[in-house]
């Protein structure tokens, strides 16, 4: 049979930059093929393309370019009745896709009604199409606006709009992201119902597992070059180029464990470092306990919902205690109380044996050097004004920042613009804790918002770090990384953590990263702890239904063998 | 990834790529418009600090012979009723214009601090009641406030600084306590409470300061703003008297004669919206600056 989507040499490049290179690819009827990049690697451009859907400013060559019709001379009318009635194309983050304003049934109907379906079989359909992608009383959902549903029933909503015209191919761009595990699973099983039903899929993502779950053929995308493309087996089980490799090997999982992701050799830090920031000798029993913790809120409407429920936990010094659960689970609401920001409304939490809640702020605050966060958003958690040597600055205890060295009183463009040439540079302390996240002393004077992702989170880092504290909080500190970078930010806290000695409390939806750094893990659902042990028993010997629904949600079978 | 192909090292990891930050698409267009704006804020500053300079004639020198002069090469702008110069009044009326828009700010964005930073950071209770004076002062026409406040007080340069700078308070007043409060609540607050530093340390050094930085931009559109408010109460006659040379006050007399002496109501006209337009351009310019650079 003769491929329904097929590429050749596709180049295509924005303004004069090529950003996707000599692509080749093509899809068989039935066939699943996974493309697999990290963010910026031309994935979700190479799919647009085959949609001509990447806009005027791109220029698009190939020695052949076909999706039934030749894309390259195709006009625009042909190109439409293409979209939605050949190819079906699942945009990615579902969350935002959809328009606010419409009903969802009426989003749907659209494409029934541009492609010429009569106006009273519309209605019926976009019920057969709703119920088809697994949305639970369509009738009523078709009524609903997007925000009213939650971010699964959104997607499956787009999934519904992309069949909605019966096409042959279904692209989807990362049609999981953002999706809590369970979710992921309904989602990826209606793709491969969809599958079975003899449709072809691009499935496009950034996800290795969630790729091997699906796709009879893989492509790994990098820099917009295309360095391995096989059969799915034999490309995860027998990687040949060394990125692959390198990929696969950053995956965190239950196998990781105490071993590195990334290729970044480990962190050497000197001993001047290691006993500036070294955490104070620690008193004797867990540093930090929290009892029977719950924390109610009054919801506008008056009624009052419970979002933490009798969490009761210990943290032992230098050990990584992991919170796993899915949103709204409770679980940054259970950091907040650990960090002494938010009020328990009943129980109480400990720091080294002492009262930590239900105390006034101005006893809490000089002990609070003791316990750092590191944030999901390092870029909202600093202060738009201040470059990194100041927001760095700003994190060391007063009485360890001599005055001469203290934060230059103006930050910002114009306290840039005045500080000349007689300015002081950043202060040792300053220095240090960047090499400590290995940085170097020239990001000091660099603004957050010219630093990439993986970088501001060494910021975050290093910013915990200025007060030398014994407990480090991290809150989904990786979730918003590519995979390569969160190999090397993980690698990074486990250096440091092996160095300093520091207890993290380690806050994710990631099951893969949970096990991979946690010695103890804890499993919420709905704010209450479901399970708890070591990791390897809540993970390999799950409990608790929940526990088991997560772990067997986790698509990755073949990653664990091939270890 | 480079990261990847080429191990970083540990000092810089060349992990993925940097942000690029937003280009400035400075068109040539756009610089044209900026450097001229800039021109003319140049020159009505000049003729605010030293008139002098730039007309050496003195304003109020009457001279009945050449009343009603049109623009020639002796008067540019022509003559008034009493043959005093137009130009020169047009220079030496800048100082007081000027100072009249810069102290009206001045009071409205002082009003508005304090209510802002009231409703910000006060109770609930607190900030109910300043919004709700802000209310009540928006919802006040005011023109009739600064009427009000010269029919109480008398028409002098002081009252109508006064007057339009209460006018102008209640809208600097809403941006400052949304701004407390939006900042109040943002990320790198918490990150310093967390940090254990003292509510007036985060308050000066976090709150503050991010909190008043989107009123820089404000403030030079509403310089202009109120030059114009104030140029409207010297047009109704409700600021500063004759024969002192002031923009509004000079329309208002030019209004009598402008049959028979446009030049009397152009120039200063003219000048008024050169000044508050080309101020105008620079507030955007400032506001497109800062939003490309560090604010988000």
């Known amino acids: 049979m003769s491929a329904l989507i097929t590429a050749e040499n596709l180049s295509v490049a924005f303004d004069g930059t090529e950003v ?175 599958l079975a039903e003899g449709r072809a899929i691009i499935l496009i993502s950034h996800d290795l597992a969630v790729v091997e779950r699906l796709a009879d053929e893989v492509l790994v995308m990098k820099d917009g070059r295309v360095v391995e493309q096989g059969p799915t087996s034999q490309v995860l089980s027998r990687p040949q180029d060394p990125y692959t490799r390198r990929l696969l090997a950053a995956v965190p999982s239950a196998r990781s464990r105490g071993s590195r992701l990334s290729d970044v050799p480990p962190l050497e830090l000197s001993a001047r470092d290691r006993s500036a920031l070294r955490s104070r000798p620690a008193a004797d029993g867990p540093l930090l306990e929290v009892e029977d913790v719950s924390k109610r809120y009054r919801g506008p409407d008056g009624r009052e919902r419970t979002v933490v429920r009798d969490v009761s936990f210990a943290l032992e010094a230098g050990e990584t205690l992991g919170i796993v659960g899915e949103s709204g689970s409770g679980k940054s609401t259970t950091a907040q109380i650990a960090l002494g920001l938010t009020e328990p409304s009943a129980g109480r939490a400990l720091l080294d044996g002492q009262a930590w809640s239900g105390i006034p702020e101005r006893l809490r605050r000089p002990r609070r050097r003791r316990i750092s966060m590191v944030p999901q958003d390092p870029l909202g ?36 613009l005045f500080r000349g040439a007689g300015s002081r540079g950043p202060s040792e302390r300053v220095v240090e804790l960047l090499e400590a996240v290995g940085l170097g002393e020239g990001y000091a004077r660099r603004h957050p918002l010219s630093l990439s992702g993986g970088q501001r989170q060494r910021v975050a880092i290093a910013r ?30 486990a250096d440091l953590q092996k160095a300093l000695g520091t207890a993290h409390l380690f806050i994710s939806h990631d099951l893969g990263v949970v096990h991979h750094v946690s010695d103890r893990v804890l499993v919420m659902q709905d704010g209450q702890v479901v399970e708890q042990g070591t990791a390897d028993d809540v993970f390999f010997r799950p409990r608790h239904p929940y526990t088991r629904e997560l772990v067997d949600a986790l698509p990755h079978p073949t990653l664990q063998e091939t270890a | ?150 029919a109480v007080y008398g028409s002098s340069a002081l009252t109508q600084m006064v007057a339009v700078g209460v006018a102008t308070m209640p809208g600097y007043a809403r941006m400052v306590r949304g701004q407390v409060l939006a900042v109040k609540s943002s990320l790198y607050v918490e990150a310093a409470r967390s940090l254990g530093h003292s509510p007036a340390r985060i308050l000066r050094r976090t709150i503050l300061p991010n909190a008043f930085r989107p009123l820089t931009v404000l403030v030079t559109l509403g310089v202009g703003q109120a ?60 506001q497109r600056s800062t939003d490309s650079g560090a604010t988000r």
């Not at chain 2, 009343?67 to 220079?91: C, I, K, N, W």
């Open chain 2, 227 to 286: 030059i114009v408010w104030a140029a409207a109460l010297g047009f109704l006659g409700m600021g500063v008297q004759p024969p002192t040379a002031e923009w509004g006050a000079m329309l208002n007399a030019g209004r009598t004669y402008i049959q028979q002496a446009w030049w009397m109501d152009f120039f200063p006209g003219i000048t008024i919206v050169a000044f508050t337009l080309s101020l105008t351009v620079l507030g955007r310019h400032l």
């Open chain 1, 381 to 416: 958690s600093f202060d738009p004004r201040w470059d990194v040597g100041r927001i760095i600055a700003d994190a060391i205890p007063a009485e360890e920042a001599p005055a001469g060295e203290a934060p230059s009183p103006r930050g910002g463009r114009w306290g840039r």
């Open chain 2, 1 to 150: 990834m480079t990261a990847l192909a080429t191990p970083p090292t540990t000092t810089a990891p060349a992990e993925d790529r940097p942000r690029a930050r937003r280009p400035r698409s400075a068109s040539s267009l756009r610089s044209v418009s900026f450097w001229l704006a800039a021109l003319v804020v140049a020159l009505v500053l000049l003729a605010a600090i030293a008139p002098g300079l730039l007309a050496p004639q003195d304003p109020l020198e009457i001279s009945l012979g050449e009343s009603f002069d049109a623009p020639s090469l002796a008067h540019v702008f022509g003559t008034d009723q009493s043959g005093r110069d137009v130009y020169s009044r047009v220079v030496h009326g800048a100082g007081q214009s000027l100072a009249i828009g810069l102290g009206a700010t001045a009071i409205g964005l002082l009003g508005a601090v304090v209510l802002g930073l009231l409703g910000g950071l006060g109770g609930r209770l607190v900030d109910a009641s300043v919004t709700r004076v802000i209310e009540v002062l928006y919802a006040f026409p005011g023109i009739l406030l600064a009427l009000i406040l010269i």
């Open chain 1, 464 to 493: 915990a770090l200025a007060t030398a504290p014994e407990i480090l909080v991290l809150d989904e500190p990786v979730s918003a990384l590519d995979v390569s970078i969160q190999a090397q930010v993980l690698d990074l806290l």
């Open chain 1, 20 to 194: 996707v290179h000599d692509v080749s690819l093509s899809l068989r009827p039935g066939s699943c093929l996974g493309i697999v990049g990290e963010s910026g690697s031309g994935k979700s451009v190479t799919a647009r393309s085959l949609l001509g859907l990447n806009g005027e400013r791109a220029s698009v060559t190939a020695t052949r370019l076909e999706a039934g019709v030749d894309l390259l001379r195709a006009t625009p009318a042909e190109l439409r009745s293409l979209r939605g009635r050949r190819i079906g194309y699942v945009l990615q983050d579902a969350l935002v896709s959809l328009d606010p304003l419409r009903r969802v049934g009426a989003e749907i109907a659209e494409a029934l009604r541009v492609h010429g379906t009569p106006r009273g079989e519309r209605e019926g359909r976009v019920h057969e199409l709703l119920a088809a992608a697994g949305v639970p009383e369509p009738e009523l959902r078709a009524r609903q606006l997007p925000s009213e549903l939650s971010g699964g029933l959104r997607q499956r909503a787009l999934i519904a709009a992309a069949l909605a015209l019966d096409p042959e191919v279904l692209i989807a761009d990362e049609p999981t992201t953002a999706l809590d595990v369970t979710v992921q699973t309904q989602i990826l099983s209606l793709l491969e119902a969809s």
